[in-house]
């Protein structure tokens, strides 16, 4: 008779194994000129940072040129660590010379954003190395968030000359995602007491023949505040006849209020302004404490560029002119009468 042995079992446990999603890692392109790091760069450090995760910067230039900047942003708040390159080829930084090392440095890390400021520069940069890579890329972007859960990023950004705000989600099925920021929409980042980012050279990527030559640059010097950080911006448009006119109406009221000079694109098309002062969808885009416009009518490219203005103020002969529609104060007149009354009361 065969003896029967209870055998008990044991309860087996199962373990799941889920993977999770990558926290956020953001490569900024910090742009420099004159040995400072530009404004714009730091705005789009602060958008980084609202992503939720560690922050990257990399910094090219010429020999001599980088090595200041890197100690500039390592000691900004949010940046975890800089990476820097240096060559002569990089004198002008032509995309098509920084496009290669970017896209090394992103395939050699484990960056899930890359991030820098709207200017022309990065305009030109970014969407070539996001090409490469075969990824899309947002532009001129307002806000972001970042869903950690689910790796997707949501953008806003201005379309049809600002009248219309877009919502953009990046998924998960883009696991690199390219956006430049405007760098009125956020603050910029600051100075962080005792921060000291760790710096790391890249080896550098020799561009074969570039198809572009860099002749000259010109920049226009001023005494005044830059156009695109100015807190007080006056400007001027088509209704001040010429470039002499122009020059010695606004000049006085800047002087007075501290204030960089803008223009509208019917102004600068005249010849009255530089290029480089004029506001509007396919100029400077703008967002000062107060936006003095004067004879500027109100065209639809010029308010994209200046209507998130905290005080905007329009002088205009015109009662029906479309600047009096987002103008917070408006004034029927003569801006030739106007403008010298007014600077002498500010000079009292």
Do not use: W
Request: proline share 5%; hydrophobic share 45%.
């Amino acid at each position: 008779m065969l003896g029967l042995r209870r055998v008990a079992r044991l309860p087996i446990s199962r373990v799941r194994c889920y993977a999770s999603a990558p926290s956020p890692h953001a490569l900024l392109f910090i742009e420099h000129r004159s040995g400072a790091i530009e404004s714009g760069s730091l705005s789009a450090l602060t958008a980084a940072s609202q992503l939720g995760g560690s922050v990257t910067g990399i910094v090219v230039g010429v020999p001599g040129e980088v090595e200041p900047i890197v100690e500039s942003a390592r000691k900004l708040k949010g940046i975890s660590a800089v990476l820097h390159a240096t060559s002569p080829q990089f004198k002008a930084s032509l995309p098509e010379a920084v496009a290669p090392l970017l896209k090394q440095a992103i395939e050699s890390g484990s960056f899930t954003h890359v991030v820098s400021a709207h200017t022309s520069s990065a305009k030109s940069i970014l969407p070539r190395v996001a090409a490469l890579l075969d990824v899309p890329a947002v532009s001129d972007v307002t806000s972001v968030s970042h869903d950690e859960a689910s790796s997707s990023t949501t953008f806003t950004r201005p379309i049809y000359a600002g009248n219309a705000i877009a919502t953009v989600k990046a998924s998960d099925a883009i696991p690199l995602k390219f956006f430049t920021v405007r760098s009125t929409a956020f603050e910029a980042a600051p100075v962080a007491n005792g921060a000291s980012a760790e710096a790391k050279a890249l080896d550098i990527v020799d561009a074969a023949k570039l198809p572009t030559e860099h002749i000259k640059t010109t920049i226009t010097k001023s005494d005044r505040p830059e156009l695109g950080v100015a807190s007080r911006v006056v400007s001027g448009g088509r209704a001040l006849k010429d470039a002499d006119t122009f020059n010695k109406t606004l000049e006085p009221l800047a002087d007075v209020l501290g204030a960089a000079i803008g223009a509208s694109r019917a102004a600068v098309d005249a010849g009255y302004a530089d290029n480089s002062l004029q506001v509007g969808q396919t100029g400077k885009v703008v967002a000062p404490e107060l936006y003095i416009a004067l004879g500027i009518s109100g065209a639809i490219q010029h308010l994209a560029g200046m209507k998130d203005s905290k005080l905007i103020v329009a002088v205009n002969k015109d009662a029906d002119a479309p600047i009096f529609q987002v103008a917070d104060v408006g004034l029927v007149a003569d801006l030739f009468e106007v403008v010298p009354e007014l600077v002498e009361k500010l000079k009292k």
